[in-house]
């Protein structure tokens, strides 16, 4: 079973940003605020000689971001999920000094229900790797629990609570990416004052998730 599995759902809703005012306040003034900017506003590139934002996200190459050199430290993973790369993150806020984090899902991840592409998996290692059928189960086997999911948004929500528990001093964000336009949406929990006061958009809804 994912492990995302184990938890109960939290009902979330996706805040798109079509304007500057779309910004939740609390972003406001940081690197994520720029990024918003970058992405869904076509704001001009402007010439940033530090990073101050680590962006966490989904290695699929359906997935483009709109930032400028100098911007932000990426890393790319499996489904956006950082938990085998916590020394990764922790170098770039002690060392790089990065203040923000942003860590974003995507619509059609290929992580969720990852169980159901087993065969898939193992198949593909042996025809293109060279794997014996026994060493690819296990590999599959061993791994793919921690990578799986069930649901985007309740994944990046709960990963995204799990960094700001772990790292009290840094604003951290939860985003989705469209594939479909290109965007990135923020996500709220349904009946928060956040998403009574702004225009949102229903996960699950529009093919988004």
Known sequence: MDSSQTHSKINLTLLPVARAS?????YCGTA???????QNL???HRRHTKADLLIGTCMDSRLQLMIPLNFAYVLRCAGANLSMLEFD??????VGGVRS???IGHDRCRMVDVASKREAFISGLIDSAGWHREK????FDTLSSRYGFGDVANFVW??????RERYTGITLAPLVYSLGD????QLVEVGSSIATAHRTVEVGGEGIL
Request: charged content about 30%; hydrophobic content about 45%.
């Open 158 to 163: 709960r990963e995204a609570q799990r960094l």
């Open 22 to 26: 779309d910004i939740l306040p609390k």
């Open 42 to 44: 076509g704001a001009p």
């Open 101 to 103: 984090v942003c860590l």
């Open 32 to 38: 994520i605020d720029d990024l918003l900017a970058y």
């Open 89 to 94: 993150v922790s170098f770039a806020i002690a």
């Open 182 to 185: 290109r965007s990135l949406r």
């Open 136 to 139: 690819a189960e296990e590999h």
